[in-house]
């Protein structure tokens, strides 16, 4: 069985390098050479070659097809530009077809076409293909874009204490794989306790010194790009841990002697307010109480204080209306007055400000 599969693939080999060899001869021919994988960096421009020479052995019409081949080998393959009847027909997705073209002479054996400013997304295997029946011809090449790697952030985790350990990291955030990390220690080599992660970008520094402070580059790299960031590494005292703790006491005590003090000032200022609340809303009724008698002698009497309510004049002679009560609140604010004014002889006294 085995023997008869193996038999069976020699005569296959022999049947392709048979018709391969006919093709030469007598057919058209690819005829460009170069890299089968073209590797390049997103955004540049990209030419993809294939010549081909005639044979007058072909009589029939000239086709020049590029496709994308799938990956899937079941699966056909993406027919993208052609040229065909002198005539070129742009067939692929529309973002790629406005950055590719033909940049020679398609009719003329020249077939090569150039892609603008790759994306990530044009990575794929192209085939050109030639015919001009009998003869048929076609070659691939394979286009890798990769992508550089961005800026790198640099940064330390766990703290810089003396006698502890260090862990720099270095991360790029994009970049085709695989990204290969370095550390190097500006004016000097890295510590003798450090021992770094390529793959990770991580670098560990044991038994941190003051020795070991200083600015660390990181270069990160792949195929196509690198890019640096730095991180200066200082080295503390380890913290005292009793100290923190005392700290941490005392801080907690002050905070406790500041609220009690705020509420103290809460209750005091709240108490104080009361009262001038309760001494206006006395004032407020009083003021109000005349307006219930219109046209009284109190509210003419009213008017003549309110000609001056600066004056220290309380409305509380107002209080009631009985006008024993009246009288003698007029006395009483009129105390540099030796005689009583009665009700009937009051005037308006420039010198004292207000009604005598
Ligand atoms: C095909 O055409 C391009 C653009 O004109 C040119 O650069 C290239 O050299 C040509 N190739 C050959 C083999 O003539
Ligand atoms: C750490 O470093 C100090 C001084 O640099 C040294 O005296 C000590 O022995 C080191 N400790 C360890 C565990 O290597």
């Not at 990160?220 to 841990?241: D, H, I």
Request: glycine share 8%; net charge positive.
């Amino acid at each position: 069985m085995r023997k008869n599969c193996t038999g069976f693939k020699v005569s296959l080999v022999v049947l392709y390098a048979t018709s391969a060899y006919l093709n030469h001869v007598v057919g058209i021919q690819v005829t460009s050479t170069g890299p089968q994988t073209i590797k390049r960096s997103q955004g540049t421009d990209v030419t993809l070659s294939c010549t081909y020479s005639e044979s007058p052995s072909d009589t029939g019409q000239l086709d020049v097809e590029w496709s994308i081949v799938s990956p899937d080998m079941t699966q056909k393959d993406n027919l993208i530009l052609s040229y065909s009847g002198g005539k070129e027909y742009k067939l692929g997705d529309p973002n790629l077809m406005s950055r590719l073209k033909f940049v020679g002479n398609p009719s003329q054996g020249n077939a090569t076409i150039t892609i603008s400013s790759v994306h990530e997304s044009d990575t794929a295997t192209y085939q050109c293909k030639v015919k001009k029946p009998p003869g048929v011809d076609s070659q691939k090449i394979t286009l890798v874009i990769l992508v550089c790697p961005s800026v790198p952030k640099c940064w330390v985790q766990n703290g810089e204490e003396i006698g502890g350990t260090v862990s720099l990291y270095c991360k790029s955030s994009q970049g085709s794989i695989p990204l290969t990390y370095k550390w190097i220690k500006e004016n000097g080599a890295l510590p003798s306790t450090a021992v770094q992660k390529p793959q990770t970008g991580e670098l560990l520094i044991y038994n941190h010194s003051q020795s070991y402070t200083g600015n660390y580059v990181c270069t990160v790299n792949n195929e196509v790009g690198m890019e640096q960031c730095k991180y200066t590494l200082k080295a503390y005292n380890p913290v005292n841990k009793a100290g923190v703790i005392a700290g941490a006491v005392i801080g907690a005590l002050l905070l406790l002697l500041l609220l009690l003090l705020l509420i103290w000032l809460l209750i005091c200022c709240y108490q104080k307010k009361r009262y001038e609340k309760e001494t206006a809303n006395e004032i407020r009724e009083d003021a109000a109480a005349p307006e219930s008698r219109p046209g009284s002698r109190h509210s003419s009497f009213r008017s003549i204080m309110g000609y001056h309510p600066h004056q220290g004049v309380t409305y509380s002679s107002v209080r009631n209306s009985k006008p024993g009560r009246a009288d003698s609140s007029i006395r009483n604010f009129n105390t540099n007055q030796s005689q009583v004014p009665s009700q009937g002889t009051l005037r308006y006294d420039s010198k004292y400000g207000f009604a005598v």
